[in-house]
């Protein structure tokens, strides 16, 4: 499958996954308001958190391993299973022992605690869905892992509205399973020569098992800091405002999480292809030519948060969240800023940087809570999307730097171009407040950041039945 085509599906799969959690949104906004959207709020992060935690960063050593040492790939399937059977169990026994207090940080409120010790039997499922899928990605077969991937998705979006409709905000956490456990039948089949673990440590290859255990946790605690950050923050928001505040900030928060449409399908891709190139110029042309690409994919989309902001908050929630418009502007420009650390990061994760990488997300994490906290005390809402604002500009200008002297793109005036230009869009499509007047200011600012021809030459290839395996 060519790679236009393995891209278009892998976004159709997202597009899936932020209709699923629009549909989810939606139904709890009307059926139940503006406080039980808080409350989902809490529990996707929570999830969110999990997941991160049970699958322990082995994506990036499975495919950074299996790239340079294929021979191995089965010892290295092997043991990223028996690591991840005792990173659950551990998970599992801790977690359940405290999800009382987990539900008192969580809601303010110790008797929801049924719905934290339904998320947490969740993770097994997840992290046995995330194992398989990443061995496919590993050997780049995503033409065979993106209709899986859709498949799986569909089974939850067909069933999620009855489950809300009987079950409630029970029934989104059991659809979530529904989604998890399809996944798992439909990955089993394409990898069952795999599938023969032995709960065996191969202690006869001590060095790869080090490597995978340094990258694992390595990429765990990159990962985990900012999954942890978010939740501090979505923590402050219900003890010192309130839980209809919390469903205020999931309602712009997800709104601006559809730019992962693009975003997600492309890191897909792009982290094992960086990852098989040998030559340190041939990287800087592909980055450059990929970072174009990536900004065609979600800047679409970026635009329209920016100029239907009130259209899009009544359709996906319900009148009551169209007052948020100010904030949603401001929040999607911080998401903006944060795909361009998102990419920048997958360029040196493909290199092995983990030294880096790490280092700034936990300067990130550790700003936004910190940051966050003064803020909340004086500003309110505002004052957290501003702290989000503000480190993620800081952040991916500190990355552009970075990025220009390790010399991994061939031109950064590209990356500074597009920030200059989509931060002063943000600022006049803000005090414009005009759609049919931004509607054409938009489409000329697509064509001078990315030209009408890429998107004509794109859909083209989607067109052509392509040849080139991904």
């Known amino acids: 499958m060519n790679k236009p085509k393995t891209v278009f599906l892998l976004m159709i799969s997202d597009s899936l996954v932020s209709l699923l959690g629009l549909i989810r949104s939606k139904m709890i906004a009307i059926i139940y308001g503006v406080t039980h959207v808080g409350i989902l709020g809490q529990i996707i992060t929570f999830y969110n958190f999990e997941n991160t935690f049970v699958t322990f960063g082995t994506k990036i050593a499975i495919i950074n391993f299996t790239g340079s040492e294929p021979e191995k790939k089965?010892?290295?399937?092997?043991?990223?299973?028996t690591f991840l059977v005792l990173i659950n169990f551990f998970y599992l026994i801790v977690s359940l022992l405290l999800s009382k207090q987990i539900a008192l940080?969580?809601?303010?409120?110790?008797?929801?605690?049924?719905?934290?010790?339904?998320?947490?039997l969740l993770a097994p499922l997840q992290s046995l869905s995330f194992l398989l899928e990443s061995m496919m990605q590993a050997e780049n077969r995503?033409?065979?892992?993106?209709?899986?991937?859709?498949?799986?998705?569909?089974?939850?979006?067909?069933?999620?509205?009855?489950m809300i409709h009987y079950y409630g905000l029970i029934g989104v956490i059991a659809?979530?399973?529904?989604?998890?456990?399809?996944?798992?039948?439909?990955?089993?089949?394409s990898n069952f020569r795999y599938l023969r673990f032995s709960l065996k440590i191969p202690m006869e290859d001590r060095e790869l098992v080090y490597s995978i255990v340094k990258i694992s946790s390595l990429n765990t605690v990159r990962y985990i800091v900012g999954a942890l950050a978010l939740l501090v923050v979505r923590i402050f928001i219900v003890h010192f405002l309130s839980m209809e505040e919390a469903g205020h900030f999931q309602a712009v928060w997800s709104l601006t999480n559809y730019l992962n449409i693009g975003i997600t399908a492309f890191g897909f891709y792009l982290l094992p292809r960086l990852s098989n190139l040998t030559s340190h110029e041939n990287t800087g042309e592909v980055v450059q030519t990929e970072f174009i690409n990536y900004i065609a994919a979600f800047l679409p989309m970026l635009l329209l948060l920016f100029i239907l902001p009130e259209i899009l908050l009544q359709l996906l929630f319900s009148s009551s969240f169209v007052q948020l418009k100010g904030i949603l502007y401001w929040m999607t420009m911080a998401k903006f800023f944060e795909?361009?650390?998102?990419?920048?990061?997958?360029?040196?994760?493909?290199?092995?940087?983990?030294?880096?990488y790490l280092r700034v997300e936990l300067i990130k994490s550790v700003l936004y809570i910190g940051l966050s906290?003064?803020?909340?005390?004086?500003?309110?809402?505002?004052g957290i999307i501003a702290s989000a604002v503000l480190i993620n500009l800081i952040l991916s200008l500190y990355l552009i730097y970075l990025v220009k002297s390790e010399s991994l793109f061939s031109k950064t005036s590209t990356i500074i171009k597009n920030l200059i230009i989509v931060i002063?869009?943000?600022?006049?499509?803000?005090?414009?407040?005009?759609?049919?007047?931004?509607l054409p200011i938009a489409a000329g600012a697509l064509h001078l950041l990315i030209g009408f021809g890429r998107y004509k030459s794109i859909f083209l290839n989607l067109l052509q039945p392509g040849t080139t395996t991904m």
């Open 373 to 382: 906290y003064l803020m909340i005390r004086h500003f309110g809402l505002n």
């Open 424 to 438: 002063l869009l943000s600022i006049l499509f803000y005090y414009l407040d005009q759609p049919w007047i931004s």
């Open 175 to 189: 659809d979530l399973g529904i989604w998890f456990l399809t996944s798992i039948i439909l990955l089993i089949g």
């Open 142 to 162: 995503l033409a065979s892992l993106t209709p899986i991937k859709i498949g799986a998705v569909f089974t939850a979006l067909v069933l999620l509205v009855p």
């Open 105 to 120: 940080w969580l809601f303010n409120d110790p008797d929801l605690k049924y719905l934290v010790v339904f998320v947490i």
């Open 339 to 356: 795909a361009i650390i998102f990419f920048i990061i997958i360029v040196f994760e493909s290199r092995q940087k983990t030294n880096l």
């Open 74 to 81: 089965a010892r290295i399937f092997g043991f990223s299973f």
